[in-house]
């Protein structure tokens, strides 16, 4: 697998020997100081270019950054399918290589660029011909910082929550399993996924990220909370369904109860218990029952 060194090296040397390409920066996950290192992060690179459409038309030309297991290109995929796409300002390529390197890779045009490269606070500047890009400081995650909410949300969520399990008991009661799951992991589990980020923000002054779809919920939560999270997934059974089911209202109500205590809001403590006694009900029905007992 090639380092990080031969990779910026590859991906600099070409910038430098092509006269389209006047800048280079990064941003995402390697530009991020709190980040720890790993071989699958990507390489998010930008090459901002004089123009976009000999690139587009030279189909080849992507094949100097290494021998690729698959490539993806968006926008063409987005214009085959029917949308408006400018490709004029911009174009992109998402390139994974054998040896396990990934470079997720944007041409822009420098007006593209003007609108765009102070917008994320995780952005590094690599290489300037023209000096090109704009002043910036140096790169800080606190734009992925959770955010606090306002009680409006808090409430909201809380509501969403426990409205939405009637959806996933009834789709259980039904045999519709692909209903109760996708009720359960679209609906239950985003507000689960909200409050857990709201309690870790809460314990940190919210200054803290938790990471794309919660990737570092582990790091943040304490033991006997993260060992409550894992137990919110279940396979295909429906018992262990119904006892993941019961784990997540368990965990959801420590946790909103806490961030509700921080921020000094209301916790929902009625539709909570009305909610659960639902589920109960619902969960000792029989397969041919005509009400709900």
Not at 3 to 16: D, N, R, S, V, Y
Request: aromatic share 14%; net charge negative.
């Amino acid at each position: 697998m090639r380092t990080e060194k031969e990779m910026f090296e590859l991906i600099l040397g070409i910038a430098q020997k092509d006269e389209r390409i006047r800048a280079v920066y990064m941003n995402g996950s390697r530009t991020n100081p709190n980040v720890p290192k790993d071989m699958f992060q990507d390489y998010d690179i930008v090459y901002v270019v004089t123009e976009t459409a000999s690139f587009i038309r030279d189909e080849q030309w992507f094949e100097q950054f290494g021998e690729l297991i698959m490539i993806q290109e968006p926008d063409k995929i987005d214009q085959a399918i029917g949308m408006q796409i400018d490709v004029d300002r911009s174009y992109g390529y998402l390139m994974l290589f054998t040896d396990g390197n990934r470079i997720d890779l944007h041409l822009e045009t420098k007006e593209a660029m003007l609108e765009n490269y102070i917008k994320d606070k995780l952005t590094t500047p690599l290489l300037d011909k023209n000096n090109y890009l704009p002043h910036i400081p140096p790169p800080t995650d606190s734009d992925y910082h959770v955010k606090k909410p306002t009680e409006a949300l808090y409430f909201s969520c809380c509501n969403d929550f426990w409205w939405c399990l009637q959806n996933v008991a009834k789709g259980i009661w039904r045999d519709e399993l692909p209903y109760a799951k996708q009720m359960y992991e679209l609906t239950s589990r985003t507000s689960l996924d909200q409050m857990v980020s709201w309690w870790i923000g809460s314990k940190h002054d919210f200054q803290i990220s938790t990471g794309k779809l919660g990737k570092y919920f582990k790091n943040d939560l304490p033991d006997v909370y993260w060992e409550m999270y894992k137990q919110t997934y279940s396979d295909s059974d429906y018992d262990r369904i119904w006892t993941s089911l019961f784990v997540t209202c368990d965990l959801f109500r420590q946790l909103a109860i806490d961030v509700a205590e921080a921020l000094g809001f209301t916790y929902p403590h009625q539709d909570d218990t009305n909610m659960t006694d639902y589920l109960k009900r619902v969960r000792s029905l029989p397969p041919d029952a005509k009400e709900i007992e």
